[in-house]
C-alpha cells in the first residue's frame, strides 16, 4: 500500500527557517511533489524531485533521499503569506498519493 | 489566461439529491482527475480520465460517476448512493506526455443540508 507522513502543524516566526519532513512507503517510486495551498484554495505546485538530493527555487528548497524513503520542504526567509498547508504527494507505480498535509502557521 | 475552472464554489445537497460538479480546463491537457479532500486527510482519488470517452476508478469511486464526453470536460456527480458526501472537491488536470504536475481548479465546497 501507500504511505505518505507529514506532521500535522508547525509554527515559526516571520523571517525564521522551517523544514517539514515527508517520509513514505509506496509501490515503486516515479517522482515526489510538494504543494502549497491556502485554505479554500486550489493546491498550487511548488517542486518535483525524482532524483536523490537538494533542488533549490528562491526562498523555497527541496530534498529527496530515495533510498531513504525521505524529503523535506525548507522555507527560508518566512513571510506571513507563507501561512498555509503544505502537501507532500508521492507517484508510486500506478498513481500518485498525497500525505494529510503540514498546516504551517507563520508568526509576526 | 489557461487555467482549470470549477463551479459553484459552494453547493448544497438535500437528501437523496444527486449534484453535479463542473471542471473544464483549457489547458489542452489530456488526463483530468477528481480528488475528495477531508480535514485532517490527504487528498483521495475519487475517478480520473487518460483519454476522452474514458476514464477509470479511484480509490474513492463508490457513490460517484463521471462522464469525459469532451477534452474540456470531466463533471462529477455525486449521487444519493455517496452517504457522506460533505467534502472540498478538488479537479486536477495534466498534460499526459509533457507533464508531471498537476493543474488543480479552485475547489468546490459540497454541504449536505
Known amino acids: 500500500g501507500q504511505n505518505i507522513d507529514q506532521p500535522t502543524e508547525m509554527t515559526a516566526t516571520e523571517g525564521a527557517i522551517v523544514q517539514i519532513n515527508c517520509t513514505y512507503q509506496?509501490?515503486?517510486?516515479?517522482?515526489l511533489f510538494w504543494y502549497q495551498q491556502h485554505a479554500g484554495e486550489a493546491p498550487t505546485f511548488l517542486s518535483y524531485?525524482?532524483?536523490?538530493g537538494l533542488e533549490e527555487k528562491g526562498r523555497f528548497s527541496s530534498f529527496l533521499s530515495r533510498s531513504k524513503g525521505y524529503s523535506y520542504l525548507l522555507l527560508k526567509e518566512l513571510q506571513m503569506k507563507d501561512s498555509a498547508s503544505y502537501l507532500c504527494?508521492?507517484?508510486?507505480?500506478?498513481?500518485?498519493?498525497f500525505g494529510a498535509g503540514t498546516t504551517v502557521t507563520v508568526r509576526a | 489566461d489557461g487555467g482549470i475552472t470549477q463551479s459553484p464554489k459552494y453547493l448544497f445537497r438535500k437528501e437523496g439529491q444527486n449534484v453535479t460538479l463542473s471542471c473544464e480546463q483549457n489547458l489542452n491537457h489530456d488526463a483530468m482527475y477528481w480528488y475528495r479532500q477531508d480535514p485532517g486527510q490527504g487528498l483521495r482519488l475519487i475517478y480520473y480520465?487518460?483519454?476522452?470517452?474514458?476514464?477509470q476508478k479511484g480509490d474513492i469511486a463508490e457513490g460517484y460517476s463521471v462522464s469525459r464526453e469532451k477534452k474540456e470536460s470531466f463533471p462529477l456527480t455525486v449521487t444519493s448512493a455517496q452517504k457522506n458526501p460533505t467534502a472540498f472537491y478538488l479537479c486536477?488536470?495534466?498534460?499526459?506526455?509533457?507533464?508531471?504536475?498537476?493543474?488543480f481548479g479552485s475547489g468546490t465546497q459540497l454541504s449536505v443540508l
Open positions: 480520465s487518460q483519454i476522452v470517452n474514458d476514464f
Open positions: 524531485n525524482v532524483l536523490d
Open positions: 504527494a508521492v507517484r508510486g507505480d500506478y498513481k500518485l498519493s
Open positions: 509506496t509501490s515503486g517510486f516515479n517522482g
Open positions: 486536477a488536470s495534466r498534460h499526459r506526455d509533457l507533464d508531471e504536475k498537476l493543474f
